[in-house]
């Protein structure tokens, strides 16, 4: 069975973040294909803060912090891994649900579709 090609909105998740906050994601790679009115995401849309957003609280640096609360804020290292094989836009392979996108920090981000737009899938 295929997997579901994320659009703007989908939301992301750290599995280092205290509380597991969803967060919308924002497509800045292109502005050209989109699924259901919502713009399709490739692999380029990684930057922080621009395309993925601050979570709530940062396991790993609370710890280091010796218990002060520190904001969970992604440092991405890379793009979102692996990305569609079947789809590109602009030469840039369409972000798949089932991709991750790992952070410096040393946690993972994920991200999922809404149910809605589940229906459009690649690879």
């Not at 509380?19 to 989109?34: C, D, F, G, I």
Request: a positive charge.
């Amino acid at each position: 069975m295929g997997k579901p090609i994320v659009v703007e909105g989908a939301k992301c998740a750290c599995n280092q973040e205290e509380k597991s906050t969803q967060k919308p994601l924002k497509v800045t790679s292109q502005n050209v294909e989109t699924i259901n009115d919502k713009t399709v995401a490739t692999i380029m849309d990684c930057i922080p803060i621009a395309n993925v957003p601050s979570f709530g609280t940062c396991k790993i640096l609370t710890l280091q912090a010796n218990g002060a609360k520190i904001p969970c804020v992604p440092v991405a290292a890379g793009t979102w891994s692996k990305g569609s094989k079947m789809y590109a836009i602009n030469g840039q392979p369409a972000l798949l649900e089932s991709d991750k996108l790992r952070c410096a920090i040393g946690g993972t981000i994920t991200v999922k579709m809404n149910p809605d737009n589940k229906n459009v899938v690649s690879d």
